[in-house]
């Protein structure tokens, strides 16, 4: 028989979105949440991570509003000495353990279910125990998984697997032996991970083959600082390079020459534009992997070779092939945040999901006009191309314009470090005036430039 929860909200997912959300509406309305995961615990996708992965932005950007995840302490040791130090695996998810269980189960307004799998129709069933739950009518649904990232545990590798020996990124630290060869299957902020980690223990980078079918742009990871300053000039160089960009490579190699995108590779204009944030240490070391592999995906992988779509390539009979090829962000369409009976979370200024959830939570506790509350926040895809890039850079524009512009929301943004580029939380400083008038100016011109470039093809 089905047991029913009593709840306002069922906030299906408790990942970074999940968490954000259900924190920040505790925070501002007396309600009571049922989240629901069917992971173990709370803390999404970085349960399955694998070991070696922190956070690529800094830790103060992650989390959940009322509580800063980490010390919000600058590196004080190893090539990113001056920037802010990003979370650990295991330091993210004992965040989100002590998230549940100080904040929000002694609140005693959160119940938590883990193990449970959402069925639709506002019913959810224990994994484990066969037990179905469900929640009152009035109940609204939180759709905290609509954009969930695909990660290699979860995901086979995108290819045949032939007679070669085919790991998932997660099993590279269970190795017993050392092959002779490692062959890296991806482009993204997983492969680049997997490369720095082996090369930081000693692997000799001509024993890496690494198989990228696109090349990345990345952040600079500098820029992409809790520091109004940095954080802002950044902006006020996106919005510039825009202006004058003639196309989408134009726009990429302004940024690059503003310090603000980095290429592995300057001989090759990439094609991809997700981009995490990268360090210039971390830069140098894949710049010392010389066997790159540009011959479209892998097709199939077998003892000694692989197949692409644009031909064979020749590999060590005991090669190690490490699926880092999992697609991540997702694309699905973007829908209205709030719909009768959902919510479903979405990025609003671009990337920053953990600051739209907390964003999302805190609107939804102060406002009752639907309408009202997907005007302020209208959602924001992810990027892959260098064209979505822009495009979700106009939107995030528009919507941080239009949420920043009600002052109770802009009063709270300027209190929590998921904001970035608090100018009233940053000391003054000419610097800082100097950025903010250098944005100011760039910010008309710089929008007709997005959608002029968002509509590139
Ligand atoms: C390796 C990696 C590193 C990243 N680093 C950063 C970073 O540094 N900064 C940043 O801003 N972003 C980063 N991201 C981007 C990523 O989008 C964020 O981590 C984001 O917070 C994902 O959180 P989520 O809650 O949307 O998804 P998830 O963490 O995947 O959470 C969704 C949850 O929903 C649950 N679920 C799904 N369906 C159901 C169902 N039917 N019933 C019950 N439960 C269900 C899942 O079990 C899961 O726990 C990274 C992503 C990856 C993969």
Known sequence: MSRTVAADYLVVGAGASGMAFTDALIDHADVRVALVDRRHAAGGHWLDAYPFVRLHQASAFYGVASTLLGGGRLRQRGPETGLQERATVSEICAYYDRILADRMLASGRVEFFPGCEYVGDRTFVSRLSGQAYDVPEGCRVVDARYLAPDIPLHTPAPFE???????????????????????????????????????????????????????????????????????LGMAADVMGSAADATDPDDFFLRLEEAGVMLRVDR????????????????????????????????????????????????????????????????YPPLVPIWQPGTITLQPIRAGFPCFAAALTGYVEATRDDDAEKNRLCPPTPYANTLPDWARMNLLGTRATLSFGGEPDIKAWTDTIELSPGRVAAAPPSAALDEVVARLTSNLAPGLVGLARLAAAP
């Open 267 to 330: 001989s090759v204009l990439p094609t991809m534009a997700k981009a995490p944030t990268l360090a210039t240490w971390e830069l140098d070391e894949l710049r010392t992997i010389e066997n790159v592999v540009r011959m479209g995906h892998i097709r199939r992988a077998d003892r000694g070779r692989i197949t692409l779509d644009d031909g064979t390539v020749e590999i060590a009979d005991d090669a190690v092939v490490v699926h880092c090829a999992g697609s991540g962000l997702q």
């Open 161 to 231: 697997v032939g007679d070669a020996r085919v790991i998932p990124v997660n099993d590279l630290p269970r190795l017993t032996e050392a092959p002779s060869q490692y062959v890296v299957a991806g482009a993204g902020k997983t492969a680049t991970d997997a490369c720095i980690w082996l090369l930081s223990l000693g692997v000799d980078p001509d024993a890496i083959c690494w198989v990228r079918p696109r090349d990345p742009w990345m952040f600079n990871r500098a820029v992409v600082q809790p520091d109004a300053a940095a954080f």
